[in-house]
């Protein structure tokens, strides 16, 4: 993997957007959603589903599903990684909650800038991740701040978090997660940054 990537600027938990904002961001990503529906041009791979991916904070999670819009632009390749533990979920609950989840497709796909997110299982601290793969810092900030006003409706608001960084694409780091070295002392938290293997 090459070692030449430039980190240009990493973002992490910015404050949500004003609800109405918030809504009306959402609105317009449930209406591109359906555009893309009908395109066909939303995609579930199954390639990634079951790999399991450790993080610097020595937690893990499964991958239980990959979406992808064919065709999205990756020229601002933004790896995104967001975090929260259910309210009240606990035991088979969570299966539950997995199979559910894929009703949450309309509140991120049409937003500007996805391009795919691997979903993760709870980890050992009964945490989710979303691990994504978005074009442009901007573009990815928004959409969390949006996301954020329903994922504080079914989450401890408190374990709600993200961080986004410029320059890498999601494989880049997955294949190798020590090109975020030099970023690495930028966050307050590893729980975000695929541990080195």
């Known amino acids: 993997m090459t070692r030449d990537v430039v980190v240009n600027d990493v973002v992490e938990d910015n404050r949500p957007l004003p609800f109405v904002t918030a809504f009306v961001a959402l609105a317009r ?17 199954r390639a990634h ?15 239980y599903r990959e979406t992808v819009v064919r065709g999205a632009a990756t020229d601002d390749p933004t790896l ?14 969570h299966a539950v909650f997995r199979a559910e989840s894929l009703l949450n497709t309309p509140l991120f796909v049409g937003f500007p800038g996805f391009v795919s997110k691997l979903w993760l299982a709870h980890d050992e601290h009964g945490r989710y991740r979303g691990v994504y793969q978005w074009n442009g810092l901007r573009r990815a900030d928004a959409y969390v701040r949006a996301l954020w006003w329903v994922l504080a409706l079914v989450s401890e ?3 709600i978090h993200y961080v986004a960084v410029t320059g890498v694409g999601r494989d880049q780091v997955l294949a190798d997660p020590s090109i975020l070295e030099r970023v690495a002392g930028s966050s307050t938290s590893m729980w975000w940054r695929p541990a080195v293997r």
């Open 157 to 159: 608001r408190s374990s």
């Open 29 to 45: 990503c449930a209406l591109r959603t359906a555009v893309l529906l009908l395109r066909g041009a939303v995609m579930l791979p």
């Open 49 to 63: 589903v079951d790999d399991v991916i450790g993080f610097a904070d020595g937690s893990h999670g499964r991958v």
């Open 80 to 93: 995104l990684v967001v975090a929260f533990r259910l309210r009240g979920v606990r035991g088979p609950l």
